[in-house]
């Protein structure tokens, strides 16, 4: 293969990865804007960013297995275009029902999109220092992802229109199909079985959309709603008849292998309470900064900057530097205690702080974007190292799955516990002392999720380097 063509894919399907991520937070700062101009209600508004994480996490397991299908080359390459055109539509939406159907179609794109990029960066980078510099590319621009999203979209709502918020996806998608005309072309022929496991693909989907949405419910209805524990008893039955369903049929959507290895599971497990932790957190920064500290959206979201950065940093030059060097559960448990360190930084916040940037919120910036970089690189490495090419796209749809369900965990587990822990705080204290009271009490459960998070992991993921190296030999 042709090493400097080979080399495009990285670039490519970075651009692919920052298109999938930041989609997800930089409609989040447009929102009121985007509610005032349609005319959307309260109770519906939630439906831009809702329709969106709905499709990309209930499809993506679809995703991976059309990927599989076709070619990651090949669905790569379609779920470009169709990410294109459904956010330029989305862009152009005149009223609230076309703007959630488009971002809806979004999802579906991405939940193809999202899987056929990490396959094929999977399968192109085998050999050990090329996988490590690979994935921590990836990674980084995975973990800054959601930060460059806020940034971007208070810039683009508070200078040109909240359109652009979407429009800005076209060009950067048109770049990256025309980028993936120099990567070669699958080494591996696609999967000649082209039987789609249907009752997999629809219990999945259904489980996955009720718990996500029981999560979301439980922001304005709260946990003990009947509602919400309705949603989430019919999801966990739903997972259990999808496992059940995968165990039995001959080509299922999701082996049962990809999850069964130990260090696999592991890697999902620290990825997926490493999003829940971090998505409350960076939900506590837009708060926090906006509501008490007084800044504008652009201020709130240029802070998320030093995060990024320090992402960039602990995915590149210190996960892609040790790889190989130091054990996976070595840098992945080190990333959780320095996120954790960081978010317990800001629990020590009292309505009296002051010098609060350089004092609190750049040091626990700093501490989760290195300790996220550290993560998200070995675990996508994890998630998908060793397995067979036919499962090579079910394996990375599960690791993207894993994030999404963090990610709305997170968010809607913090706000329940901020908004609860404020409320009983309202009483004795005055309004802003109670916002830093519920902020504190969310952020001290989130330091909580990462340190027990840390725990589980080195139980789950050796510590000795002779897995990781089966795991590689086996890739490659």
């Not at 991520?21 to 519906?44: C, E, R, W, Y």
């Not at 718990?211 to 003990?224: C, D, I, K, M």
């Amino acid at each position: 293969m042709d090493d400097s063509r080979r080399w495009w894919t990285l670039p490519v399907v970075s651009a692919a990865q920052l298109l999938v991520v930041l989609d997800g937070t930089i409609v989040n700062i447009a929102l009121p804007s985007v509610q005032q101009a349609l005319g959307m209600s309260d109770a519906g508004r939630h439906w831009v960013v809702t329709a969106y994480a709905l499709a990309f996490g209930g499809l993506l397991l679809i995703g991976g297995r059309v990927s599989s299908a076709l070619g990651h080359r090949r669905a790569f390459m379609i779920g470009l275009v169709g990410f294109a055109a459904a956010s330029a539509l989305a862009g152009a939406a005149a009223g609230p029902g076309m703007l959630f159907a488009t971002r809806a179609l979004q999802g579906g794109f991405a939940a193809l999109l999202a899987p056929a990029g990490l396959s094929l960066l999977t399968t192109t980078f085998t050999e050990s220092r090329e996988r490590a510099r690979a994935f921590g590319v990836f990674a980084a621009v995975g973990a800054a992802g959601s930060a460059v999203g806020l940034v971007l979209g208070g810039m683009l709502t508070e200078y040109t229109s909240w359109r652009w918020c979407l429009y800005i996806n076209v060009p950067i998608a048109l770049l990256a199909l025309l980028g993936t005309t120099l990567v070669p072309r699958d080494r591996r022929a696609p999967s000649r079985d082209g039987r789609l496991d249907v009752p997999g693909a629809v219990l999945s989907c259904a489980a996955f959309v009720a718990v996500v949405y029981a999560f979301n419910q439980a922001e304005p209805l709260g946990w003990g709603s009947p509602i919400v524990l309705a949603l989430l008893v019919v999801g966990v039955l739903l997972l259990v008849g999808f496992v059940a369903v995968e165990r039995r049929v001959s080509h299922p959507l999701l082996p049962m292998r990809v999850l069964a290895h130990r260090v696999r599971a592991g890697a999902f497990v620290a990825i997926t309470l490493m999003f829940a932790a971090m998505f409350g957190f960076y939900l506590f920064m837009s708060y926090y900064t906006q509501t008490v500290l007084g800044y504008s959206p652009v201020q709130s979201g240029l802070t998320l900057i030093i995060n990024a950065l320090a992402a960039l940093v602990g995915s590149m030059f210190i996960a892609g530097r040790l790889h190989g060097r130091v054990p996976p559960a070595g840098l992945i448990v080190s990333g959780l205690i320095a996120a954790a360190a960081g978010v317990a930084i800001v629990t020590l916040l009292t309505p009296q702080s002051s010098h609060v940037l350089p004092l609190y919120l750049a040091p626990a910036l700093v501490l989760t974007g290195l300790g996220l970089g550290c993560v998200m690189s070995p675990t996508a490495s994890l998630a998908t190292a060793g397995m067979p090419p036919q499962d090579i796209g079910a394996a990375s749809a599960s690791y993207n799955a894993a994030q999404q369900l963090g990610a709305a965990l997170g968010t809607a587990l913090f706000n329940t516990v901020a908004t609860s822990a404020a409320a009983a705080h309202m009483a004795t204290a005055t309004r802003s002392a109670a916002s830093v009271h519920g902020y504190t009490t969310a952020l001290t459960v989130g330091a909580g999720i990462l340190v027990v998070t840390a725990c589980l992991t080195a139980v789950l993921i050796t510590v000795r380097t002779t897995v990781h190296r089966e795991m590689e030999k086996d890739a490659s």
